[in-house]
């Protein structure tokens, strides 16, 4: 692999995380320092060390699927073409298996269907362990998918976002380690040549199954205009939290309607309650306020798809949405099976009309590279030949050296090189400082990244945490936004929590009580949403504009300020 080009293309990154080392030199006593020098002479020390970071065969990481022969199936096609629905139906004829997603709420679906189907199923995320009695079916989140335990059929789902550059790893990980006899691809038809070429270097054979969307995907001529013209079964997408919420204030407001709200932040069963409001008739809540989240997974009862804007914050700055983004969150609407029978898209304003006809006529451009990331043991081998560095240093310097095929990029890294170098002061063991530094806290969110810390420092100095130490705000209903969002961070830290309860276990012994205590906050949540009332001010505001959608389209230096406001305070909105 080109050294310059990688080296290019991390060019951004790697000045920020210079500047981050020039602020923060390693500590002396870091958890890396502890570790003894090898003996090796200088000369077979660098060779070593080459071999440490040649990543240019991640196949041969899997021993266990490479004793295989696998059958790769994939399955392409546009959303809403039944690729999942197929794949599942194998799963559930075979006489063990695993469903891969890529969200939480993708795997209690499928746990849901296959037990209610008779098909005992397991259910493995980040935060959750359900076991069924008899279970040789298991749904999971895909980076919790084991790279050991044979099966007869696997899914990944949703496999193109093996181009994703943070979380890709997994996706790429699952589909050359997955020791399955018959594996089911499903995603993308953009993804398949980078499939072929990965199948070719497992050894694997691949055949393909080519989909056609169910159900019509119509877009509209005209631009909505204004949110007072929404109707029941309409889906207005938006890329921020707080857009999400002002939106659904000013449905609200005119009467008409009631927005459900649903984006990433929310606990997963309060987006899955608001999810069954909005399917279910009569239930006065029959419109939908969501951010991207929605693209991915909740099959719901949407007839049309609004897009309040067709650019969205990427954490720097405003870019428009790709086709493919475009494309994912628009065919959420008139899914095969909810009421509607076709679908349709829009947006707010006039001026994206274009740029959404563009859009959905795009053909997707061909994923060219796979995302990849070192196996521990790689790193932890790599950090005993350089026990002058920290992890954060140690990462760096691997991903800096690391050599990688053409068809392979090295994963984004940033977030936990972040927690890494918060928590690098702490006399942590390289395991558990690795642990805690890919564990899912978001390092800028204020809340959720102090609770690490909190909980890191109480393990290195006592060796347990209690779930006490978790309840990170008062918990008691919310009566506002503001509140809403306190309760939204309480909920982030439980789950944090227990992320780190099943891994460190006698570490964080008090899972059963964050457990407990993370379904309370969930309820007032969920409580809290429906009752929620619109902020007087704000709706002035808005109403004192003409249209919501003139608000919006004349006013994005106020969405720039939202976003720089989101960064500073620290929420992941989307
Ligand atoms: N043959 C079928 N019989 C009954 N229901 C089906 C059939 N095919 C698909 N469906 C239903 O249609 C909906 C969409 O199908 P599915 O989720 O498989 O689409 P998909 O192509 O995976 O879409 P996406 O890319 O959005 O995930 C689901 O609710 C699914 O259960
Ligand atoms: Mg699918």
Redesign the pocket.
Known sequence: MDRRRRAAERGGSRLKFQRLRDSHPPIAGSPLEAIAPPPEAEEEGIEAAAHLTDLTCPASWYPAARMMRRRIIA?M??????????A?LELKAAASGVYCGPLRLLAWEVAEKLNADNVPCNLITGQERRTVPGASHAACTVEMASVTRGVEVAVV??VQMLGDGSRGHAFTRALLGLPAATLHL???AAALPLLRQLVADAGDTLEVRT?ER?LPLVPQSAALTSLKSVRRGDCVVAFSRRDVHAIKRVIDTHGAHQACIVYGALPAEARTQQATLFNAPRTGFNVMAASDAVG?GL?LNIRRVIFSSMEKFDGTSFRPLTPPEVK?IA??AG????RYSCGQVTCLNDADMAYLHACLGAENPALERACLFPRYQQLALFAEQHPDLNLPDALEQFADRATLSDHFFFSDYEAMHKLALMLRHLPLPLRDAYTFAISPADPDDPIVSSALLSFATAYSQRGTVSAALAQSVPVRPARNEAELASLEAAYAVLDLYVWLSHRLEDGFPGRTAAMQQRAAVAGLVEEALPRILADPEAISKRCASDTVASYFHHCKFLLCSLAVDILASGRNNN
């Open positions: 399955h096609g546009p959303t809403n073409s039944g690729k999942t629905h197929a599942l789902d949703e499903c995603g993308d989909y169910l991915m099959n994912q065919g959420r899914r095969f099976g909810s």
